[in-house]
């Protein structure tokens, strides 16, 4: 699952197993070829959490993120590019201003009939400034909000979640 950068702790997690290879085709799998494409968007929740609801300045913040397919049949949700998922903090995508190169070449985020992907992240608390100089700030104090999405494109609906926190 492609997502965040090179600046989290990433931590992994499916409920589901992939069948054996060479098996027939089950009658949920055929099935799954005819869910359209905004059906499969709409099947898909997205929850974000985070293990605690106050943090001190500059603390680690452990992001939770869940994506659950609601149908029992599999389902493709096409990406413009190869990020599959992302998070932001407060509109900031991984909590930087730094420019991500992701190919541009569409991709899909694929499940399996009721399947759950669980993902972990680390924030470590600072918003990365690369402009001119390359810096880690501490955010403001107050209400901060913490967003996990489906990367769809911003024309079409994007399955997502958002949480706050505050920072003191």
Known sequence: MVGPGRHTNERRQ?????APEG??????????????????????????????AVYD???PVEITVEFRNRLPVAVDVPTPRQ??????????????DERRYVRSRPST???RGGERKRVSVTWS????????????????PGP??????V?????????????SIRIE
């Open 109 to 111: 985020f694929s499940f």
């Open 83 to 96: 990020r599959r998922w992302g998070w932001s903090v407060d509109g900031e995508l991984e909590a930087t």
């Open 23 to 52: 098996r027939r085709p089950s009658v949920a799998s055929v099935l799954s070829s005819f869910v359209p494409t905004s059906l499969a968007r709409r099947a898909i929740a997205v929850s974000v959490g985070t293990d605690r």
């Open 151 to 163: 990367a769809t494109g911003e024309n079409g609906r994007q399955p997502h979640d958002v949480t």
């Open 144 to 149: 901060h909000e913490i967003r996990a999405f």
């Open 14 to 18: 499916s409920t589901s197993e992939r």
């Open 125 to 140: 608390g600072r918003f990365e400034r690369t402009d001119g100089r390359h810096e880690f700030v501490l955010p403001e």
């Open 57 to 59: 300045r500059g603390e």
